[in-house]
């Protein structure tokens, strides 16, 4: 086993080093927003090897440096590096000399804004994108910054990937559903020993997915989630009738989460766990059902007084983990019916509810819990 994982991380270092000759040939090219796009990817890879799989892959910063186009980029990426160092500070303060080049557009801006953010600086950050509303006042990106401000201000300082870690390291999963898995960072969480299953209309192979276990490779289905419970047998996939962990995290909208949730609980145990992501809108903006912003939830909240309400028996709490909450339902019931009986009136109802001003009032409507994790999960 230790020879295929050393194997994986070499395979991952490779498939880094691979992408940072393609930021390299972008910037030939003259592509410069692919460039930046790739380059903040590169660096985020790093940094979520270093924190969930104690790889250091830090050697690679130099060519992913001297890949960039041009000298802003490069400022850039020295500012993001720093901060997934968690150097904040000298993040915030690179990320000002990027910001202070007035390249024409919010990027710049904003990119200093959210260094500000993370190293504390929530007033500064906010007084950014205030400023940018003021040339324009349905700047969703400013907005979205101004969201962040808030959700870092009011939410736990661990994000829901330090959650899903703390669940797969400790909890030793046999086997773990995703539904919705974009470019497979939560996925890449996996462990040895545990059968990954990945559910993603728009990603159906290894290499589509950028993030990586390098214990557990997963399998992966190119389909909505709706199509993959009415045509593939899960059971025989997980090699057991039950679930452990099913994480949703698809399609945005309450109803069709609520149908997900609806589809897994037919395969559970009474030591399942469904996590649903999204539950914890910080605005109202945040909680539209058409996106506008980058920083979006959809109107999966619903969900949490839905279930409260139809379905008691229920064990739900949500995590206010960053950046959009995390809830986690137990005591599941593979017999009862009461939900898909009554699914039409039921978002008919929930559809309506509208969600409340007040701080207080949100957490008391998502079932906000108080304990960490580690309480939560029994963990010492
Ligand atoms: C927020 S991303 C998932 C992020 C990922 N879980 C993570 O944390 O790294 C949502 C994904 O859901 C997928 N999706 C959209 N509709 C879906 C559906 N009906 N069934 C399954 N996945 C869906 C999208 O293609 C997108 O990749």
Redesign the pocket.
């Known amino acids: 086993m230790v020879s295929e994982i050393m194997c994986d991380c070499s395979a991952i270092r490779n498939q880094l080093e691979f992408n940072i000759n393609l930021v390299y040939e972008l910037g030939r090219q003259g592509k410069l927003e692919e460039v930046c796009t790739a380059s903040l990817l590169i660096t985020e890879a790093i940094s979520f090897y270093h924190r969930h799989w104690e790889m250091d892959l830090s050697g690679l910063y130099p060519s992913l440096i001297s890949a960039q186009p041009a000298y802003q980029l490069m400022v850039l990426m020295i500012a993001r590096q720093l901060a997934c160092q968690q150097m904040y500070d000298a993040a915030a303060s690179i990320a000002g000399t990027a910001a202070a080049f007035r390249v024409p557009g919010n990027f710049f801006p904003l990119f200093h804004a959210a260094a500000l953010r993370e190293a504390g600086n929530i007033s500064s950050a906010r007084d950014i994108a205030e400023k940018l509303l003021v040339v324009d006042p349905e700047d969703w990106d400013a907005l979205s910054e101004i969201a962040q401000c808030d959700m870092q201000e009011l939410f736990l300082p661990q994000d829901?990937?330090d959650v899903?870690h703390t669940i797969h390291t400790r909890l030793k999963l046999e086997n773990y559903l995703?539904?919705?898995?974009?470019?497979?960072?939560?996925?890449?969480l996996a462990r040895c020993g545990t059968t990954p299953v990945g559910?993603?209309?728009?990603?159906g192979s290894k290499e589509e997915i950028y993030?990586h276990s390098p214990e557990a490779a997963p399998q992966l289905f190119r389909?909505?989630?709706?199509?993959?419970f009415s045509s593939i047998n899960l059971p025989e996939i997980l090699g057991k009738r039950a679930i452990d962990v099913a994480?949703l995290?698809?399609?945005?909208l309450f109803e069709?989460t609520l149908r997900?949730f609806i589809n897994v609980e037919r395969f559970a145990s009474p030591d399942s766990m469904i996590l649903i992501?999204?539950c914890l809108p910080v605005n109202a903006l945040v909680a539209e059902r058409n996106r506008k912003s980058a920083f979006w939830l959809g109107d999966v909240w619903k969900i949490i007084p839905c279930l409260k309400t139809i379905r008691p028996d229920l064990d739900i709490v949500t995590l206010p983990v960053k950046p959009s909450g995390l809830a986690v339902i137990r005591n599941l019931d593979p017999s009862s019916r009461i939900l898909e009986r009554q699914f039409d009136s039921i978002t008919e109802h929930f559809n309506g509810l509208s969600l409340p001003e007040s701080w207080e009032e949100k957490c008391r409507l998502c079932c906000v819990t108080d304990k960490s994790p580690e309480q939560l999960f029994g963990i010492r």
């Open positions: 829901y990937y899903l995703e539904i919705g898995v974009a470019q497979g960072r939560s996925l890449a559910v993603d209309p728009a990603t993030f389909m909505t989630s709706d199509d993959f994480f995290d698809g399609l945005h069709q997900d992501h999204d």
